[in-house]
T-cell receptor, first 113, second 116 residues
Framework: NAGVTQTPKFQVLKTGQSMTLQCAQD?????MYWYRQDPGMGLRLIYY???????DKGEVPNGYNVSRLNKREFSLRLESAAPSQTSVYFC????????????FGQGTRLTVV | AQSVAQPEDQVNVAEGNPLTVKCTYS??????LFWYVQYPNRGLQFLLK??????LVKGSYGFEAEFNKSQTSFHLKKPSALVSDSALYFC??????????????FGAGTRLAVHP
């Protein structure tokens, strides 16, 4: 019972490099999310996908793009990494109904040097 | 716009004493409220939620939370703290306005330290 799986777990990038964070869920959830976690700022929503085929900006979308590849997978891309994007990134998923809780992956610790 | 405030960066409690972690929220419609816990180097784990009904909701590991609509609060409580409860706690809200999609927004988190 994997739940939400993120890859990679750790990554170091040089400024200007690009990379894609992968996320997959096996709970048949319609909605998926990407958050970043920074000390003292909690979790901030980067992008979300309410259902397959749709994506929308969250609180801090600048510098990121997303793709909802299918119902299971939701990827986050950094086209040109900046030191300000050093953070821990979490993917989550939930059923579409509003009262449903979200389930989180284990996180990706990204450092941009 | 919806928002969540956790006014305390850290809460210190002696083992065996009751604990409270505070959360207040702002939403347009009826709120859906959640508490999550994060242990070091781990993802967030769901603890409990308020959707409707009884204002006191019970969750995992002996935690409970009290919804107070007039004070727009959803404080997390436990009657007797354990050292193993030491972790980072997040409150989250999704508003219940119909039509459109309602995002899940988190507070900044409160670090709970339970001392032996």
């Amino acid at each position: 019972n994997a739940g939400v799986t993120q890859t990679p777990k750790f990554q170091v990038l040089k400024t200007g490099q690009s990379m894609t964070l992968q996320c997959a869920q096996d709970m048949n959830h319609n909605s998926m999310y990407w958050y970043r976690q920074d000390p003292g700022m909690g979790l901030r929503l980067i992008y979300y996908s309410a259902s397959e085929g749709t994506t929308d900006k969250g609180e801090v979308p600048n510098g990121y793009n997303v793709s909802r590849l299918n119902k299971r997978e939701f990827s986050l891309r950094l086209e040109s990494a900046a030191p300000s994007q050093t953070s821990v990134y979490f993917c989550a998923s939930s059923e579409a109904r509003q009262g449903r809780e979200a389930f989180f992956g284990q996180g990706t610790r990204l450092t941009v040097v | 716009a919806q928002s969540v405030a956790q006014p305390e960066d850290q809460v210190n409690v002696a083992e065996g004493n009751p604990l409270t972690v505070k959360c207040t929220y702002s939403v347009s419609g009826n709120p859906y409220l959640f508490w999550y816990v994060q242990y070091p180097n781990r993802g967030l784990q769901f603890l409990l939620k308020y959707i409707t009904g009884d204002n006191l909701v019970k969750g995992s590991y002996g935690f409970e939370a009290e919804f107070n609509k007039s004070q727009t609060s959803f404080h997390l409580k436990k009657p007797s703290a354990l050292v193993s409860d030491s972790a980072l706690y997040f409150c989250a809200v999704r508003d219940g306005v119909s039509g459109g999609y309602n995002k899940l927004i988190f507070g900044a988190g409160t670090r709970l330290a339970v001392h032996p």
